[in-house]
Every structure is written in C-alpha cells, then in structure tokens.
C-alpha cells in the first residue's frame, strides 16, 4: 500500500484530461481557433505552466545535455500534440466519454507492450493473464458504449446490426 499515494497522483492527472477536453473545445468554440490552433494554445499554456512550477520548485531551468540524449527522445512534445490534437479531432463526433475510453484502452494496450518488452529502456514487468483480462474488460466496456449509441440510431434489431457492422469493420 506504499504506492497509494502516486495512484492519487495518477487519478488527479487523469481527472485533469476531460476536463482540458472541455475547456479547450470550449476555447475552439468561442475563439474561433482551428482544433490545431487550440492544440498550440494549449501547449503555450502547458510551457508557461511548467516554467513556473519548474521555478517553484528546482529554482529555475538548466539547459538540457544534448549530446546525451538520442533523437528519438526529443519526440515526446510531438507524440503530446499528436495525442491532444486526435482527441480534440474525436470528442465533437463521438464525445468525451468515448473519446477517452478509446485513448484509454490505446493507452493500455502500448503501455502492456512497453512494460512487456522493456522497450525504450523502462524495466520488464512480466505480461501475466490478469492484465490480459483487464484490457478484455476495457474493451468489452468500450463495445457495450459502441453498441449503446448504435441501438439509439438504430430501431431495427440494434444488436444484430451492430454486431454486423463491427464484422464488416474486420
């Protein structure tokens, strides 16, 4: 029970992410900014953020050593604008909720593979059949939201028509 502390942690960050979908689709909404402008808005904040929390607490900003960093880890702002850009992208058409079940089965599916293989030098967590019933759980979660919107556009035998149209989608 060490660890309790940092799944709060990881539970405020989590409750944070509906609530930046929210508050930016709502910026988009009144500003009249593109979701890519948001997207860059939003990551002007985020920097301004940082650099005070950065002050507040180390006293300020080294300079980072280049020379020891690989090209690859310099991806990490990309793959964050990538991420907040689809889901400002998917949020409108298919809202929050859905929105952030699908990026969190994506989540979870990368990071099982991550802590499976030890890719990108993170420690080997061993892949056992509890995790793997926990992702079935995410995604028969996500199929079940899936199938309720379709049964609400659909009045004709709404679970057969969904499960034909997840089949053609294979």
Do not use: H
Request: glycine share 10%; aromatic share 12%; hydrophobic share 50%.
């Amino acid at each position: 029970m060490q660890n309790i502390n940092y799944v709060f942690i990881s539970i405020l960050g989590g409750l944070s992410v509906p609530l930046q979908l929210a508050i930016v689709n709502a910026f988009r909404n009144t500003s009249g900014a593109t979701q890519i402008q948001s997207t860059f808005y939003l990551y002007i904040g985020g920097a301004i953020a940082s650099l005070i929390i950065a002050l507040l607490i180390d006293g300020g900003i080294k300079p980072p050593s280049y020379q020891n960093a690989s090209w690859w880890m310099w991806m990490s702002g990309f793959l964050g604008s990538l991420y907040i850009l689809c889901m400002f992208i998917a949020a409108p058409k298919i809202g929050a909720t859905s929105t952030l079940l699908w990026v969190f089965l994506g989540q979870m599916l990368f990071a099982t593979i991550i802590d499976s293989t030890g890719l990108l030098g993170v420690q080997i967590r061993k892949l056992d059949s509890l995790k793997l019933l926990g992702l079935g759980f995410i995604l028969i979660g996500g199929l079940i939201m899936l199938y309720n919107e379709y049964r609400k556009i659909s009045n004709k035998k709404p679970l057969l028509r969904f499960f034909i149209s997840l089949y053609k989608l294979i």
